[in-house]
């Protein structure tokens, strides 16, 4: 007993907090709260500030340039008897319901298409992913021009193909419109499904489908019982992604329709930022904007608790 | 894995879809290239087969060099994702250290609120961070957007690395510890090292999201000489209804190139951080 309490007692005396500044600089938790301190102080003032400076705003009638006047629920009341903004409202549902299922089921065929041995599959995937990855705006440009109303490359093809002069106008009839952002942002996003599906196909050890063969599943059973359930965790995880930023995309369509024709295209963010920036209208935009937050609340919720790292 | 065992297999399940993919993939690039080497004649001729260059020229890249800011776009595009991604590097360590090595009360909510707070999209903060930017007086200097993309960054790479930090043995820091290294000196000169890795997959990531911003440089920036790659392109190339197509492909493919070579570089690292479940899409 006191061969032991001798080597103990200066453990516990060189761990006493108090001892002395460096000591106390030593505990984990004054040190992990002084490390993280700039980098808390730096969000709360640029996202936390921001965000209920918002609310702030949005309860405000507020020029831009002039002082802003309380004016309660009123800039929601103006939503909700808008039609433009329900129509902006199916518009954003429409679009990232869309484009999610036509990115996870095209994703799903990449990943499965790639998923065999072949030469040069790395430079394949690495072009493959070059949507993803070139600036957002730069490649909405170029779909600009594929689909211009008078030299569309796209209707080239299908004058060629017999389909009648001058072929359809992709960006000026409001249903085509919808069609072009959803299949462009598909375009944009399924690299991203396909590459991340692909490395949760990886993960699925062969001797499972070598399992299931002997057990007589046919491909597709095997596909159905083995692979997709496998893959469930991953897709969940780049399903809530691509939801949370499609919900709230802006750039694609400010670049390609800015919201037209007639608010066929109009997202919320788009429309939040015609309403602040283009007319001025600061506390009805945050308004706007506002109108996201039920739906990413819930979202962001989801993704948090789902890809917690404990 | 399943291989095809006939050659028609192997198209019909291999070459057909991969092939399509690729096509559809990288067909808008090689129509911007296409569409910036032509003569406007050629360009605006509907009886022309547009698929080749029948008579390639430089003109809309010349044009593009001397008579628009293309260059200074491309600088400042350049100071705002270096310095943006070095702020966001060390905040970024600043929160995922001690989240990924340390024990203390409200470490759990701390992890929490990062995911969240990278998880907001910009479009939510955009209003009130334009009326800030303009009380600070900072509209119209990169500083705007310097500032404000480290809010979508420092959360982006805390979390990354968080993920990276846990897959370090801690035998190291333990042994630098009993030593008697303090706390700081043990997290640079022991631990900080061992996570190249990590730093290049979250740098290469920030580095292409602040070269992809664009609402926040929009709204911040509406003078030429401030202004970053894809505003310019969209505000300047874009005068009223004239489009300037060559000239806009040209730029869309310049501007894209910086990204697809730091990519092409850290390919490897860049699927890696894709797939470990962290990034956004």
Same mark, same amino acid.
């Given at each position: 007993m006191t061969i032991r309490s001798e080597p103990l007692a200066g453990i516990v005396r060189r761990r006493r907090p108090t001892a002395s500044l460096s000591g106390w600089l030593d505990r984990e938790a004054v040190f992990s709260w002084l490390m993280m301190a700039p980098p808390l102080l730096f969000l709360a003032a640029l996202v936390g500030y921001p965000f209920c400076y918002g609310i702030l705003l949005s309860l405000q009638d507020r020029p831009v340039a002039h002082a802003g006047t309380f004016v309660g629920l009123k800039n929601f009341v103006t939503n909700f008897n808008d039609p433009v903004f329900w129509r902006v409202t199916a518009n954003t549902f429409i679009y990232t319901i869309a484009a999610t299922l036509l990115k996870m089921v095209g994703g799903l065929a990449l990943a499965l298409a790639m998923n065999q041995q072949f030469p040069l599959k790395n430079p394949v995937r690495a072009l493959l992913l070059l949507p993803f990855i070139v600036p957002t705006v730069l490649s909405t440009v170029a779909w600009m021009w594929i689909l211009?109303?008078?030299?569309?490359v796209l209707n080239w093809f299908l004058i060629a193909v017999g +389909?009648?002069?001058? $072929?359809?106008s992709w960006l000026g009839n409001p249903v085509l419109a919808m069609g072009s952002i959803i299949v462009i942002n598909t375009w944009r996003g399924l690299p991203f499904y396909g590459i991340t599906l692909l490395a949760g196909l990886q993960t699925v050890p062969p001797e499972l489908y070598e399992a299931a063969t002997i057990d007589g599943a046919s491909a597709w059973q095997r596909f159905r019982f083995v692979t997709l359930p496998l893959l469930q965790p991953i897709t969940l995880i780049v399903t809530l992604f691509s939801v949370i930023f499609t919900f709230a995309d802006f750039q694609l369509v400010y670049v390609l329709t800015h919201g037209g024709p007639q608010n066929a295209t109009q997202l919320f963010a788009t429309y939040a930022f015609d309403i602040a920036m283009?007319?001025?209208q600061l506390g009805h935009g945050a308004s706007i904007a506002l109108a996201m937050f039920p739906a990413l609340a819930l979202l962001i919720l989801a993704l948090t608790i789902y890809m917690r790292r404990g | 894995m399943v291989t095809g065992h006939g050659p028609v297999e192997r198209v019909v399940r291999l070459w057909l879809p991969v092939g399509f993919f690729l096509i559809v993939a990288l067909f808008p690039f090689y129509w911007m290239a296409v569409t910036s080497l032509k003569p406007n004649a050629e360009l605006y001729?509907?009886? +022309?087969?547009?698929? +080749?260059?029948?008579h390639p020229t430089l003109k809309h890249y010349i044009d593009l060099l001397t008579q628009t800011s293309f260059l200074l776009w491309t600088w400042n595009t350049m100071v705002v994702a270096i310095v943006s991604t070095a702020i966001s590097l060390v905040l970024g360590v600043m929160l995922a250290y001690p989240l990924a090595r340390m024990r203390f009360a409200g470490a759990g909510l701390i992890a929490m609120t990062v995911a969240a707070i990278y998880l907001v999209p910009q479009p939510l903060l955009f209003i009130p961070l334009a009326d800030l930017i303009n009380r600070l007086g900072? $509209?119209?200097?990169?500083s705007a957007v310097i500032l404000t993309y480290p809010t979508m960054l420092v959360p982006f790479c805390a979390w990354l690395l968080l993920g990276y930090f846990k897959t370090v043995p801690k035998e190291l820091e333990e042994a630098a510890r009993i030593d008697g290294a303090g706390r700081l000196q043990t997290m640079r000169r022991i631990f900080l090292p061992l996570c190249t890795p990590g730093f290049i997959s979250a740098g290469i990531f920030a580095f292409t999201l602040s070269q992809n911003e664009f609402l926040y440089a929009l709204i911040f920036l509406t003078k030429s000489a401030v202004r970053t790659v894809p505003v310019g392109v969209i505000a300047e190339l874009i005068r009223g209804d004239v489009f300037y197509w060559g000239q806009l492909m040209a730029g869309a493919l310049l501007g894209s190139i910086p990204v697809a070579i730091i990519y092409s570089f850290f390919v490897e690292h860049y699927v890696a951080g894709l797939t470990s479940g962290s990034v956004k899409g």
């Open positions: 211009d109303p008078a030299f569309s +389909v009648p002069k001058p $072929g359809p283009g007319a001025g | 001729n509907r009886n +022309v087969m547009p698929l +080749v260059v029948h900072l $509209g119209n200097t990169l």
